[in-house]
């Protein structure tokens, strides 16, 4: 694909300035947590092909949230989310994404959330290519490849101090996504799914 369509340039850039807007209209007494996650990456068919993949393709993402409306026992959220992954057999890849989750409270200091994700993912090859050029291979350059990143993240989690609203937490969470377009001459879309463990803290007062 030697083009990244425009109106999905568009969409994407509509999604990140919707996710930047409320961090900046944030106010100073407010501090936004720092969410770190472990994940292992996998090209499989959402809940067909079970929960856990083998083998592990390791993954990372660093990002935040901030509430946009609450209530006594649920929230809906919006995060941030930057990260990496690479899956030996397929490509490895950067993304810039943004969700919104509605999360609910459960009992035992639990809570579970629901949410759907847009993002922009840059891939690149993980093995060499190479092309014939005066009757001799060379070796192809990789610039990478843009994707979509459509994804429905499923998380459940721990507070660890469940009556402050800056609470630690820790959590999993199965997030199934889609990457468009995968190859356009053989395969539209790709299914994915990331495993992931995580913890969540206030780093500022």
């Known amino acids: 694909m030697k083009q990244f369509p425009t109106f999905l340039k ?9 996710a ?9 007494s407010d501090s936004l947590p720092l969410r770190l996650t472990l994940f292992s990456e996998s090209t499989s068919i959402p809940f067909a092909d079970g929960l856990v993949t083998q083998p592990l393709h390791p993954g990372v993402s660093i990002g935040t949230e901030w509430a946009l409306k609450r209530r006594s026992t649920s929230r809906l959220v919006q995060g941030l989310t930057a990260g990496y992954y690479h899956h030996k057999e397929v490509a490895q890849g950067l993304f810039l994404g943004t969700d919104f989750r509605y ?4 009992p035992l200091s639990l809570y579970a959330s629901i949410g759907l994700g847009i993002g922009y993912l840059h891939t690149f090859r ?9 009757g001799r291979y060379v070796l192809k350059k990789d610039r990478g490849t ?3 990143l459509l994804s429905v993240p499923l998380e459940i989690g721990f507070r ?3 009556d402050s609203p800056r609470s630690p937490r820790i959590f999993g969470q199965y997030q199934p996504w889609i990457e468009y377009p995968f190859s356009p001459d053989f395969i539209p879309l790709m299914t994915h799914t990331n495993l992931a463990v995580g913890y969540q803290f206030f780093p500022f007062r």
Request: a negative charge; hydrophobic letters at 45%.
């Open 10 to 18: 568009a969409l994407l850039w509509a999604g990140f300035l919707g």
């Open 146 to 148: 843009p994707h979509v």
């Open 126 to 134: 993980t093995q060499d290519e190479f092309r014939l050029e005066e």
């Open 20 to 28: 930047a807007s409320p961090v900046l209209a944030q106010k100073t």
């Open 103 to 106: 999360e609910r409270q459960l």
């Open 160 to 162: 660890l101090r469940p």
